[in-house]
């Protein structure tokens, strides 16, 4: 079984885009919740979106991964010509298994857009730190408070990080609703991260 040590939490960089996407899909088709339909989770990630969606998402944002220390997975160099490439036209990228995003917009400055992580690595703690890392980069940015809206499988694990439910929020995909909870956590100067 992995070791805390065998993961890396780091800044998302565009060469992430493509592991980011599956590991998005990945973890949205896993859920096996009884308010999820086939046809909602189908709604929610039909397919890995393109690399091009996750950098511009991500951009608008500030965003980690998790990696995988001494794993690696192989990409074409054309679709991130820049890292890693080893003369052989295959760049190796360190295994991404999560990532997190916050938005740092006027309107939007401290939503968590995004926390997912890939069903083989999931139940390992890894989005206790993936959300740490965020609280503490929000703190340090002087943020008041942090937002999300948090699906029926993580609103247990926002509740334990001490959100506070506000309501129920709705979002319709391709003609279904999907359930989800609006949350709040005040960013006191008192309170610290609780992965």
Known sequence: MPQDSDYQIVAFQPAHARQVSLVFHEAVTAIKHPRYSPEQLNAWSRAPRSDKHWQLRLARSRGWVVLRKGMAVEEPAAAQPAAGQDGTGV??????????????????????????????????????????????????????????DASYVSRPLFEKWGFILERRSYQQKLGQVITGFSMYKPLGHHAAARP
């Open 91 to 148: 760049n190796r990228l360190p295994l991404c298994c999560g990532f997190i995003n916050i938005e740092t917009g006027f309107g939007s400055r401290g939503y968590i857009d995004s926390l997912y992580i890939a069903p083989a690595h999931q139940g390992l703690g890894l989005a206790g730190r993936l959300y740490a890392t965020v609280e503490l980069w929000a703190r340090e940015q002087g943020y008041d408070r942090l937002t999300v």
